[in-house]
């Protein structure tokens, strides 16, 4: 079955080790988020009515899109493409961006998969990577995750 992936160039801050394309500056974020939409429109055809098994948003940090953001996204997938009830939907997501109102926030929409970006425990180690969260962060970033999954 098709998947579907969709690159979210944008991070906070550069990490070291990192080789992807991303920018730090969000100015042209929504002139992004409208570029994804056209493209969604503009290969609506590509697959050819096969139905979605996966979506994955990946980066950069797909999780410094906000609540509309995705909305829209998903508003033209959903518009154009037929998503399996059992499709697997996944966010990247750094740490330090999951506070529990975006955690909130992304229960509201169809993403099931939380791939959160924590490379290390170790305050060294993230220092040394430039990571934009610290051990603690990362450690209360999935307690409140875990805690918001409990409540469905």
Do not use: W
């Not at 690159?7 to 500056?25: D, E, G, L, R, V």
């Not at 050819?48 to 410094?64: D, E, H, R």
């Not at 959903?78 to 059992?86: A, P």
């Amino acid at each position: 079955m098709p998947g579907l992936y969709l690159h979210i160039p944008f991070c906070k801050q550069a990490c070291h080790y990192c080789n992807f394309h991303f920018s730090t500056s969000l100015r042209q974020k929504g002139a992004m988020v409208d570029a994804i939409v056209r493209e969604l429109e503009r290969q609506k055809d590509y697959l050819q009515g096969a139905p979605l098994s996966s979506i994955y948003f990946g980066g950069g940090t797909p999780s410094l899109l906000d609540a509309g953001e995705l909305e829209r996204i998903f508003a033209k997938i959903y518009q154009l493409h037929t998503v399996q009830t059992e499709a697997e939907i996944t966010l990247e997501a750094n740490p330090d961006d999951l506070d529990l109102l975006k955690l909130q926030a992304l229960r509201n929409t169809p993403v099931n998969r939380l791939s959160i970006g924590i490379q290390s425990f170790a305050e060294e180690d993230l220092r040394f990577m430039n990571r934009a969260h610290n051990a603690q962060e990362a450690r209360a970033c999935i307690e409140n995750a875990l805690a918001r999954a409990s409540t469905t």
